[in-house]
């Protein structure tokens, strides 16, 4: 069945079809929002600054010109995302919070999202304070008298709070992470933008590095689809099972663990860490005090140093990678569960023998699942220093070119599996 025949089939089914134009339309909600600017600001000397700023040039990306146009909705998902990561933190420190994210099910999981949810309220405020002493020290955004600064924070954080709802709400009413597919929109969204701006550079003179984008382009995105596809399956055993006259189990399956078991959830946090330094060194800058005002100039240009930058993306990337998976997959738990139901590995004994096992294969898939994404965080860089075409850096950019596929295979895989339920063909 060709493509078009697929989306045809795909709007016959009334549930389905409901979902995705519920999607469509929060997605247009979000860039209607970020189109919305805070007043009185300078839009060129905004552009000026996201251009020479690396860091909040790619989070500008990830926000899809929200925070270049100075909206309401200016610091996008970041809050929730920061507090989410707080929290993921705290569980390895309150054994309370883990049992409660861990042991206690879907609804222990609420409840866990809901402290996040309220810790997102604070972080949202400090950050938007924090962006309006910076865009107002680089004279980007006019003076603002007490009331005008507490309504234009309340405006960012009410701005970042509507973003974390309508996430919410793609992810409860509609096809895919709402999270995921905010940030995907965005990424799309710039896209035109930067193939534009690569047009208008158009050199003749630098046709061998048009080539070399082209072929790039195509090896980064087939790299792209092979790691998010790439699984390494762990044989699995049933032992035969007798239940009055009925026999249960004696069948062989596997365990997939995936090479990237975390997806683009560690870029995203390593982001958010490093934003966090530079905020703070350009709020200090203007101190009064001598010391700490060089002090917090020589962090914010050692901050923007190229080489430390991709360094540390580098290692906070992979270091996330495998923070994260060791908090969403626990081997002592999947070994245990296996036990109950009578599974095991063929060679390896049940109980502490197959988590250290899955342990073992964990860490050697995950090494290399974790290199890849620091690679793929920094490559924008390697590929800007080497071109010395800002927008090639975004078009082929690893980090917003894994989270598009990452993002379309996973939207395809729920479609496929809605299509299933219903016995039609897969997608």
Do not use: C
């Not at 251009?51 to 989070?59: S, T």
């Amino acid at each position: 069945m060709r493509w078009h025949q697929k989306i045809i089939q795909i709007f016959k089914i009334k549930d389905l079809r409901k979902k995705i134009l519920f999607v469509l339309m929060i997605l247009v909600i979000f860039r209607i929002a970020a189109n919305i600017p805070v007043p009185g600001i300078d839009a060129e000397r905004l552009r000026q600054f996201f251009g020479a700023n690396q860091l909040f040039g790619l989070l500008n990306i990830f926000t899809g010109g929200a925070m270049e146009n100075m909206s309401i909705v200016m610091l996008g998902l970041g809050p929730f995302i920061t507090a989410t990561i707080i929290m993921q933190l705290l569980t390895m420190i309150f054994p309370q919070l883990e049992a409660l994210y861990k042991e206690e099910g879907e609804a222990g999981r609420q409840k866990f999202n809901q402290y996040a949810r309220m810790l997102t309220v604070p972080l949202a405020a400090l950050q938007s304070y924090g962006m309006l002493v910076l865009l107002s020290r680089q004279n980007i955004l006019g003076a603002l008298s007490s009331p005008q600064w507490i309504i234009s924070i309340s405006i960012i954080t009410a701005g970042a709070l509507f973003l974390m709802w309508l996430g919410e709400l793609i992810s409860e009413k509609g096809i895919g992470n709402g999270v995921s597919l905010l940030i995907f929109a965005g990424i799309v969204a710039q896209v035109p933008i930067s193939v534009r701006e690569i047009v208008i550079a158009y050199d003749p003179s630098k046709i061998p590095s048009y080539l070399a984008f082209l072929v790039l382009a195509l090896v980064i995105t087939a790299s792209v689809v092979y790691i998010t596809e790439g699984r390494r399956n762990i044989p699995v055993s049933y032992a035969k099972r007798i239940r009055g006259r009925r026999m249960y189990g004696g069948v062989s399956t596997y365990l997939p663990l995936n090479v990237n078991p975390a997806g683009v959830i560690p870029i995203i946090f390593a982001l958010s860490i490093m934003l966090f330094p530079g905020l703070v060194a350009n709020f200090m800058a203007a101190s009064n005090v001598v010391w700490l005002a060089n002090a917090a100039r020589f962090i914010g240009a050692f901050l923007q140093n190229p080489w430390f930058y991709g360094i540390s993306y580098f290692i906070l990337v992979v270091l996330f990678t495998y923070f994260y998976t060791a908090v969403t997959f626990d081997p002592k738990n999947v070994a245990d569960n296996l036990q109950k139901m009578g599974g095991f590995i063929p060679g390896i004994r049940p109980g502490k023998s197959t988590s250290d096992f899955l342990y073992f294969i964990l860490n050697r898939v995950l090494l290399f699942g974790a290199i890849f994404l620091g690679t793929v965080a920094v490559l924008p860089s390697v590929v800007q220093g080497a071109t010395g075409i800002a927008a090639f850096g975004f078009v082929i950019g690893g980090t917003a070119l894994l989270i598009v596929v990452s993002v379309v295979l996973e939207t395809v895989r729920q479609i496929e599996s809605q299509l299933v339920m219903r016995e039609y063909e897969g997608f």
